[in-house]
């Protein structure tokens, strides 16, 4: 008997590899899509194209009509995917509603011999912190502060239908999977674009390398996020949290070290590989696992006797040229740990400076993250004077612990780049628009940039006081650019009764990472 997949979500990331591994396999498929979505170009052109709308139950059944004598099976990938806690009635219709009118139809349908539903770990209730998470049989009622977020709720409720489908009779089945991403990916997907904005978090200069992986430079972020080990294990961490799935972390001065240690023992691990760890840790392996050596390359290495990445080190820099011209350069500079392109980074940032924090604890009051937003205030205007801009806006965001953000802003007499100035506004905001929930993320923003430099006074100015906070300014940023970014601290982050969240102490997570 002959069998047709119905695919729905077929223009989607899961659903354009659902069709493409389903027609290797010589099965006939029937991609639903939405009338006039461009993203129908991506799926395979084997592939019966069904054009309607999950929210019309009509629609719905006749995807599943087929000719007698012929049989189905639904994989029923659809849904409206966002990172936006709140609630929609949007989200409530495509993703339960649409989900409901599939399961319909499946049951009107005799010939539909199997339904499976892309449901997500999201819709599994969350534990606390260090408990295993299992798979459970009910979803619904959920619970608000278990189930986060409407997106994970509508996943819930959704799945709930299938599994009351399954015990009236209908074959179907459920999985949960976490974030997608991978090759063949024709956009950049959500998980990916919320992958990216976690990092941008942690530093302003972050370059995507590809669909999983991107390079970030650090420099300068130690009173924010500690070390290099505790900041990259605090992003290992929310990764995991957030998204559900674990990345490795490489630690290097230069992005080709960084992506060597990074590809080092998986999953889940952080590596650094320092210039001094490089005979150790890189030299050992196989030539063909330097980065830039293919198969050919490495075959033609090892036919001159190079096995390991520090025999091509230890080659004579001519040679390797004579062996590869120019690729032999870059190649035998790899193989000694050189690398000098700089992380490339985002975007200008001409229009904009920010930076934000999530917190490692949920703070209930807004003096808890005074310091957090000091800190923040000075990467900020230590960016702002580098670049020779001043800002006239300032915003302050915070997302409380159910994942709503707010944000105030508010327009300056006076462009200025002084952390001082820009940490009193940004306090300022933040007592007022302190959520009833206690929040999780603190960040601000310095906007509408321009290289004005100059403060209008009057006769209630200490112009003696903005003189001398420019010069301290100026001196910190001196300090920094000689001896690294550490090397001034202000006092307020390191007095020790200072209410400073956990995200700014290394010296914690320090020994959180000895245990």
């Not at 997608?180 to 941008?200: H, K, V």
Request: hydrophobic share 40%.
């Amino acid at each position: 008997m002959k069998t047709i997949y119905l695919v729905t979500g077929a223009a989607g990331f899961m659903g354009t590899n659902v069709c493409a591994q389903l027609l290797e396999r010589g099965d006939a498929v029937r991609a639903f899509v939405l009338k006039g979505d461009p993203a129908v170009k991506f799926v395979p052109k084997a592939v019966e194209i069904f054009e309607g709308d999950l929210c019309i139950a009509d629609d719905c059944e006749k995807f599943f009509a087929v000719e007698p004598g012929t049989q189905t099976v639904c994989i029923h990938c659809a849904s409206m995917v966002t990172i936006n806690p709140n609630y929609s009635e949007k989200l409530i219709a495509v993703n339960v509603g649409g989900t409901e009118n599939m399961l319909i139809a499946a049951k009107n349908h005799p010939e539909c011999k199997k339904f499976v539903y892309v449901s997500s770990t999201g819709a599994i209730p969350e534990l606390p912190k260090g408990e295993s998470i299992h798979e459970v049989y009910s979803f619904v009622p959920y619970d608000d502060d278990r189930v986060v977020g409407w997106y994970s709720r509508s996943k819930a409720m959704a799945t709930q239908k299938v599994l009351d489908a399954a015990a009236d009779g209908l074959n179907a089945c459920v999985v949960h999977p976490s974030g997608i991403l991978g090759p063949n990916d024709p956009a950049i997907g959500q998980t990916t674009r919320t992958l990216i904005q976690i990092l941008n978090d942690y530093t302003p200069d972050v370059e995507q390398y590809s669909i999983d992986e991107a390079f970030l430079d650090m420099t300068g972020t130690e009173a924010l996020f500690g070390p290099p080990l505790t900041a990259a294990h605090t992003i290992r961490r929310r990764v995991h949290r957030e998204l559900g799935f674990t990345v490795n972390v490489g630690i290097a001065p230069n992005r080709l070290l960084a992506k060597m240690a990074s590809d080092f023992q998986k999953p889940d691990k952080v590596h650094t590989l320092y210039l001094y760890e490089v005979e150790k840790k890189m030299w050992p392996l196989p030539v063909g696992e330097l980065f830039g050596v293919g198969p050919s390359a490495a075959k033609k290495l090892n036919s001159c006797g190079i096995y390991t990445i520090g025999n091509l080190a230890a080659q004579d820099r001519a040679t390797v040229v004579s062996l590869f011209g120019a690729r032999g350069d870059t190649l035998w500079n790899y193989a000694n740990g050189r690398e000098a392109d700089p992380v490339t980074k985002q975007g200008s940032r001409d229009n904009s400076y920010g930076n934000s924090v999530t917190m490692p604890r949920d703070l209930p009051r807004p003096e808890e993250a005074d310091a957090t937003m000091l800190a923040l205030c000075d990467s900020v205007g230590r960016r702002l004077r580098a670049d020779g801009k001043t800002a006239r806006v300032v915003t302050v965001q915070l997302v409380d612990n159910a994942f709503r953000r707010t944000s105030h802003q508010t327009t300056l007499p006076n462009p200025t780049n002084s952390t001082d100035r820009l940490y009193h506004v940004a306090v300022e905001l933040m007592r007022q628009m302190w959520p009833a929930r206690p929040v999780r993320l603190v960040g601000v923003s310095a906007e509408k940039t321009g290289e004005d430099n100059f403060e209008q006074m009057n006769l209630f100015t200490d112009a003696a006081r903005i003189d001398k906070q420019e010069k301290l300014d100026r001196a910190a940023d001196a300090l920094r650019r000689r001896f690294g970014g550490a090397a001034v601290t202000r006092a307020t982050l390191l007095t020790p009764d200072t209410r400073k969240p956990e995200a700014l102490s290394a010296a914690k997570e320090r020994e959180k990472e000895k245990k």
